[in-house]
């Protein structure tokens, strides 16, 4: 803290904000066993009345020591492992993880793989999102919107299941590309999920984005100025709410994103009304993305030349991905042998949940509920 | 013997309620009949919140218990009942057992004062209306004593915020129903009532529900009314108090079994309470739709006999789904049951069409059919709406409903003293 470079002007624990008058301050633990903390988050909350004056997140609770897995287990072996972490994103780690072998490797997944891997991936970009607005909205008191998501979030899980056998943590793509073959009738059902899901998204904005008491508990709460996110860290959604137009799959090109159409959807204020338009805005994107490469979907293998047991030359490599939540990235230390000398993720939920204190000062309980679920964090990713 | 048989008939025939005309005998009748009614209502209720609330969430609801889930409420009693009753040990102890009994007390003392219909109430007061307001705003002291006496944190935060919310809406809501009585005075003696009964027969007597009086000054306080009356019974959008997803489960967090059951009765008694006044303030009471458009004898008959009709048609959904329900040997007991329960409703159908019944019942099935209206909008707002924070509510209680209070009071005065002194002198 003593950097003035990371300083924050306002993230000032040393000296308390004063309570009113001699008002005894509440301290509460707010988790792990929380209805609305999504999984075990702990959040030590300094209350004066309801007003926040300050709050700590304690987490690992949900500790697995996953990237210390990593190190003892074969870069083949390891991939299910990813899965586990952002568990309502499986498909997104699995992409991230292989291309960053892939990258070690230095072999590239032939533009077939990369497709279905594109078109997989935006569908569970879709239901990421699905799951974020129904439980946000359930935190805010809204109840119905949850029921809606997960019926239609179904539909994508059928997909995967058809395609892997797997609904939720998937293990769908392998190092050099895919080990399944798309089933019969796959282009025609992800199509016409699109056709039945557009319509779904402005069922959902119906319900929520002028409902005046939604708009009444969004708007303003939870604000975060883009100097504050980029100096934590904090990407995806979030980030771009603040006004940054910061979006790995057009700033870094990975898979074959740079092939598609499709915009970036920002926000202005930075409060948790313009993070719900930007991911509402993302879902209808995710579509657009699934349009085109479901279109364009080529012939040819879905494997690239891989050694059966993979063995990357000693280096290292960082490569990251635009997951639902944020920049998930990967590091990877080889010493040349099938084992990780040393693996490090970067989850988006980790670093973002860091801003939540910011972002809650000053505001009330209600909230802290509104914001932990506006910043859409995966506790298995968190503690990993 | 001949004296006690004496006291009991010499009731019967009588037109005032049995408090008003001292029968105890008929007061203590009145009283286990409102208790019993209420207690299936809330049965009833708590059936028909989770079928609804399901329905419109794409959901089925309960299913497994009965058909199509019709006696899950019973078991949930059961499990209520016989799960351990936890007292947490920093508890105050006794503020802690008062705290649902006051809040089943206050929700259940009211229906003394409701009017089921001319004669069907226990007693008529002649403070009716402030005996209601007063004796179901009790319920916030037994919330705030839960939380209190929980001594745990989540309680005393959901006790801070039903005070707060008390303090924002109780002055406008009181301010609807004083401009709902003031209607009740522009009658040709120019006196006003307070009476629950004498405010219907006040509508009866000028042919317009209060909703429609003044267009639309009626309907506003109405309005002001059915927001503030959601947040007397802590419910969504308004139910800051136990908000699940913020404060776990506000005030009754610490509670559990029988007592924290005692708290949903009250609650759901609550809701049925305050309907009641609305309804009797705003929607003629137990008096039946379209008096004026709709007179004459055979439109009374015609409307005599639409709760036998209803109950008939209930029977008809019942027997509809008996012929819709699987025929795999499993749900041959489900199936019986429901043809069972289509019985008994089709049964009380046929007793409803008897003139000599249905010109006594009527006025509670009107009364009930219209608070069934507005069990059906909690339903709907819970289904619909998001929670307000508290802050929000108290600006509004404060900025939007109390002007607007004020200013349908003072119209409606004005009018009123217009009406009474130049056009009527």
New interface residues.
């Given amino acids: 803290m003593t950097d003035p470079n990371t300083t924050l002007s306002h993230l000032d624990l040393e000296t308390p904000e004063k309570p009113f008058l001699d008002a005894n301050e509440l301290v509460i633990n707010m988790g792990p066993q929380h209805p609305a903390t999504h999984g075990v988050l702990r959040v030590i909350l300094r209350l004066d009345g309801e007003k926040v004056l300050g709050l700590e997140c304690v987490i690992g609770y949900l500790h697995r020591g996953v990237e210390k897995i990593g190190e003892h287990r074969t870069y083949t072996m390891f991939n299910p492992y990813v899965d586990r972490m952002d568990y309502v994103a499986a498909v997104s780690n699995g992409l991230g993880y292989c291309e960053t072998v892939e990258k070690l490797l230095n072999v590239e997944a032939p533009p077939r793989a990369q497709h279905v891997r594109v078109i997989l991936t935006e569908l569970n970009r879709i239901a990421s999102h699905q799951l974020w607005l129904g439980t946000h909205a359930l935190d805010i008191g809204a109840i119905t919107p949850l029921f809606y998501t997960f019926r239609d979030r179904e539909e994508i899980l059928k997909i995967y299941e058809k395609y892997c056998g797997a609904r939720l943590t998937t293990h769908a793509f392998r190092i050099g590309g895919l080990q399944y073959e798309t089933y019969t009738g796959f282009e025609k059902e992800v199509k016409n999920f699109l056709d039945f899901f557009r319509p779904k998204i402005d069922e959902y904005e119906e319900l929520l984005t002028t409902n005046r008491i939604w708009v009444e508990r969004t708007k303003n709460v939870g604000i975060i100025s883009a100097e504050d996110c980029i100096a934590f860290g904090v990407t995806g959604p979030v980030l771009r709410a603040s006004g940054v137009k910061w979006d790995l799959r057009k700033a870094q090109p990975y898979a074959n994103y740079k092939n598609f159409d499709f915009e970036i959807p920002i926000g202005q204020n930075g409060d948790t009304y313009d993070r719900y338009l930007v991911r509402m805005a993302e879902m209808r994107q995710s579509v657009r993305i699934i349009q085109q490469a479901v279109e364009a979907l080529p012939e040819g293998p879905i494997m690239a030349k891989v050694p059966k047991v993979i063995k990357p030359p000693a280096g290292e490599v960082y490569h990251s991905i635009e997951a639902p939540k944020g920049e998930l990235g990967y590091f990877i230390v080889s010493d040349g042998s099938t084992q990780p000398y040393r693996l490090r993720v970067r989850p988006p939920s980790f670093v973002n949940l860091q801003a939540l204190d910011v972002m809650c000062r000053g505001q009330l309980v209600a909230d802290v509920i509104a914001v932990i679920g506006t910043l859409d964090i995966v506790l298995g990713e968190v503690d990993r | 013997m001949d004296r006690i048989i004496q006291y009991i008939e010499s009731y019967l025939g009588s037109d005032k309620t049995p408090g008003a005309a001292g029968n105890m005998f008929w007061a203590l009748v009145y009283i286990m009949l409102v208790f019993a009614g209420l207690s299936v209502a809330v049965i009833a209720m708590n059936w028909l919140e989770r079928k609804i609330?399901a329905h419109?969430?794409?959901?089925l609801g309960p299913m497994r218990v009965g058909p199509h889930g019709l006696l899950q409420p019973i078991a949930d009693a059961i499990k209520l009942l016989l799960k351990e009753d936890i007292m947490p040990s920093e508890a105050d102890g006794f503020v802690f057992w008062m705290a649902p009994l006051i809040v089943v007390l206050a929700a259940f003392t009211v229906f003394i004062v409701v009017p089921f219909g001319p004669t069907h109430a226990v007693t008529d007061m002649n403070i009716g209306i402030l005996f209601m307001l007063g004796v179901s705003s009790l319920s916030v002291l037994g919330i705030v004593m839960a939380g209190w006496a929980s001594n745990s944190?989540?309680p005393?935060?959901g006790a801070?915020?039903s005070s707060a919310q008390m303090v924002s809406y109780e002055i406008a809501m009181g301010l609807a129903v004083v401009s709902a009585i003031l209607m009740t005075s522009l009658n040709a003696e120019g006196t006003g009532t307070l009476s629950m009964i004498g405010i219907v027969q006040a509508q009866q007597a000028q042919g317009e529900w209060f909703i429609f009086k003044f267009f639309p000054l009626g309907l506003i306080a109405f309005f002001i009314f059915a927001v503030a009356m959601v947040a007397e019974t802590n419910r969504?959008?308004f139910?800051?108090a136990e908000?699940?997803?913020?404060?776990?489960a506000g005030f009754h967090t610490e509670y559990s079994g029988f007592r924290w059951s005692l708290f949903f009765l009250a609650e759901y008694s609550a809701m049925i309470a305050v309907s009641s006044i609305a309804v009797t303030l705003w929607l003629g009471g137990w008096l039946r739709p379209f008096p004026n458009l709709l007179s004459g004898r055979i439109w009374d008959l015609a409307f005599s006999l639409v709760p036998g009709i209803t109950f008939l048609f209930f029977a008809a959904i019942c027997f509809y789904n008996t012929a819709r329900m699987p025929k795999h040997p499993l749900f041959r007991v489900q199936t019986i049951g429901l043809a069972g329960f289509g019985a008994v409703l089709g049964l009380i159908g046929l007793v409803l069409f008897i003139p000599a019944v249905s010109l006594r019942v009527q006025d509670i099935f009107w009364f009930s059919s219209k608070v069934a209206g507005f069990m059906y909008m909690y339903i709907w707002y819970?289904?619909?709406?998001?929670?307000?924070?508290?802050?929000?509510l108290m600006q509004m209680g404060w900025k939007v409903l109390l002007p607007m209070g004020l200013g349908v009071l003072i119209l409606t005065a004005g009018i009123a003293l217009l009406q009474q002194t130049i056009w009527h002198p």
């Fill in positions: 609330l419109m969430q794409v959901r944190h989540y005393l935060i801070l915020r969504a959008p139910d800051l908000a699940e997803s913020e404060l776990t819970r289904g619909t709406f998001p929670r307000y924070r508290f802050d929000q």
